[in-house]
């Protein structure tokens, strides 16, 4: 069974950095990719940054491109989500996921806040 720990949320100011990193274990994620979603109050949980665990090629959502890098560590089986120039926008609690590459067959983690302040 896919687990999920994320940690390294918290509160910033705009224009600040948070890294947020997800601790995955359970299972072999060669044919997985790993990711992160969020979602923020009244709206839908939304894609940010999928990175496929086998070769690394890495996807982003519009509204973080430039600005957040997702990357993995094959010898802690974790992946993390650099996040730079926060904007207030990109405050939301944000869910690690893991999926079989090609699928939405998703496990999710329990989700860590990121709130950015004016």
């Known amino acids: 069974q896919v687990q999920l720990v994320e940690s390294g949320g918290g509160l910033v100011q705009a224009g600040g950095s948070l890294r947020l990193s997800c601790a995955a274990s359970?299972?072999?994620?060669?044919?997985?990719?790993m990711g992160w979603f969020r979602q923020a109050p009244g709206k839908e949980r939304e894609f940010v940054a999928r990175?496929?665990?086998?070769?690394?090629?890495?996807a982003y959502a519009d509204s973080v491109k430039g600005r957040f890098t997702i990357s993995r560590d094959y010898t802690k089986n974790t992946v993390y989500l650099q996040m730079n120039s926060l904007k207030p926008e990109d405050t939301a609690v944000y869910y690690c996921?893991?999926?079989?590459?090609?699928?939405?067959?998703?496990?999710w983690g329990q989700g860590t806040q990121v709130t950015v302040s004016s």
């Open positions: 990175i496929t665990w086998r070769d690394g090629n890495r």
């Open positions: 996921a893991a999926w079989p590459s090609g699928t939405t067959q998703y496990d």
């Open positions: 359970g299972r072999t994620f060669s044919t997985y990719d």
